[in-house]
C-alpha cells in the first residue's frame, strides 16, 4: 500500500507562482510514475502531468500548460512536485496526484488551488 498526501494549494492571484507536493509514504518502491490530475468546480478530473519514475520523462496533457507547468518526481525520496507558473483563473481546481505502479495506482485527497484577483 502507498500512501499519497498532497500539499501547497493555496489562495493566489492570476500570474503567480504555486508549487504543489505530494509525499509517498509505504510502499514506495513499487512506484514508478506519478502523475497530477486537476478537478476544477462542476467539471471532471482531467490529467495535467505526469513524470516516469525511469525515464524521467516529463508530460504534459494541454498546450495551457506548455511552459506553465513542470511536473517532477524523486522515487528514492517519495517526492513529487507540480510546479505551475502564470496561473490564470482558469487553473483553479483541486489538485490531486496519483502514483503508480505496474499493478496498482494510488491517489492522494487533493489540494485546493485558487486563482483570484
Known amino acids: 500500500q502507498v500512501q499519497l498526501v498532497e500539499s501547497g494549494g493555496g489562495l493566489v492571484r492570476p500570474g503567480g507562482t504555486l508549487r504543489l507536493s505530494c509525499v509517498a509514504s509505504?510502499?514506495?518502491?513499487?512506484?514508478?510514475?506519478m502523475y497530477w490530475y486537476r478537478q476544477p468546480p462542476g467539471q471532471q478530473r482531467a490529467f495535467v502531468a505526469g513524470?516516469?519514475?525511469?525515464?524521467?520523462?516529463?508530460?504534459l496533457s494541454h498546450d495551457s500548460g506548455k511552459g506553465r507547468v513542470t511536473a517532477s518526481w524523486d522515487p528514492a525520496k517519495g517526492t513529487g512536485y507540480l510546479l505551475m507558473t502564470d496561473l490564470a483563473t482558469a487553473d483553479t481546481a483541486v489538485y490531486f496526484c496519483n502514483g503508480r505502479s505496474t499493478t496498482d495506482s494510488y491517489w492522494g485527497q487533493g489540494t485546493q488551488v485558487t486563482v483570484t484577483a
Open positions: 513524470v516516469h519514475g525511469r525515464t524521467r520523462s516529463n508530460q
Open positions: 509505504g510502499s514506495i518502491w513499487d512506484m514508478d510514475s
